[in-house]
């Protein structure tokens, strides 16, 4: 069915304020990813989810930043007391996961992104 | 780390002509992932092609394809028979596998079709 949604499409927000961007990714993917893109630091990895997991969150770019993930389904990205340069595209992908013949077979398909703006 | 660069800002070409979009980048692994990922103005990021670096055959995808030069660490995307639906951001792609480390991207190349 349908690929990667991500709400809301545009974020303006208040600096300090908090703001929650959602992933759905596509049925059946356990793997989800979380990019930014912005004009200075082009596009960053941030973290990844293997179901409910997050085995590493240090690409996070800092403690205000936090995600989740429930139900090996839908995610949450939570940017608390926003600042200016968190302005930026924030992107989802979801993957399938897995090997087939010893080989590594993922390809990630990505959502359409939520634009942040931090005022 | 791995690094990935795409030394064209920038790149123009006549409807119906062939381009290159060239791509390097830098790992001391011998099995990993290239990707060329296509984003226009509506920003989704649209798979266009996927290289494995086990495989010798390059890969191609319709009018798209690659020259995957392992010992270079080169993974160039040629565009055949231009189209202006072709236009967008086009960025290049490392993928180390496993899915922990995500992907590593270019800065990108904008890619304009000329009429």
């Known amino acids: 069915g349908a690929g990667v949604s991500q709400s809301p499409s545009n974020k303006v927000t208040e600096k300090g304020k908090d703001v929650e961007l959602r992933c759905d990714p596509i049925s059946g993917h356990t793997a989800l990813y979380w990019y930014r893109q912005s004009l200075g630091q082009g596009l960053e990895f941030l973290i990844y989810f293997q179901g409910n997991s997050a085995p590493d969150k240090s690409g996070l770019p800092s403690d205000r930043f936090s995600a989740e993930r429930t139900g090996g389904s839908v995610s949450t990205l939570t940017i608390q007391r926003t600042q200016q340069e968190d302005s930026a595209v924030y992107l989802c992908?979801?993957?399938?996961?897995?090997?087939?013949?010893?080989?590594?077979?993922?390809?990630?398909?990505f959502g359409p992104g939520t634009r942040l703006t931090v005022l | 780390a791995q690094t990935v660069t795409q030394s064209q800002p920038e790149m123009s070409v006549q409807e119906a002509e062939t381009v290159t979009l060239s791509c390097t980048y830098d790992?001391?692994?011998?099995?990993?992932?290239l990707f060329w990922y296509k984003q226009p103005p509506s920003r989704q990021m649209i798979l266009v092609i996927r290289q494995e670096a086990y495989k010798q055959q390059n890969a191609t995808e319709n009018r798209f394809s690659v020259n995957f030069q392992k010992a270079a660490k080169s993974f160039s995307l040629k565009i055949s028979d231009s189209q202006l639906g072709d236009a967008a951001m086009y960025f290049c792609a490392y993928d180390p596998g496993g899915g922990a480390d995500g992907l590593t991207f270019g800065k990108g190349t904008h890619l304009i079709i000329q009429p």
């Open positions: 790992t001391s692994e011998s099995d990993y992932y």
């Open positions: 992908a979801s993957s399938l996961g897995g090997l087939a013949g010893g080989h590594y077979t993922d390809t990630q398909y």
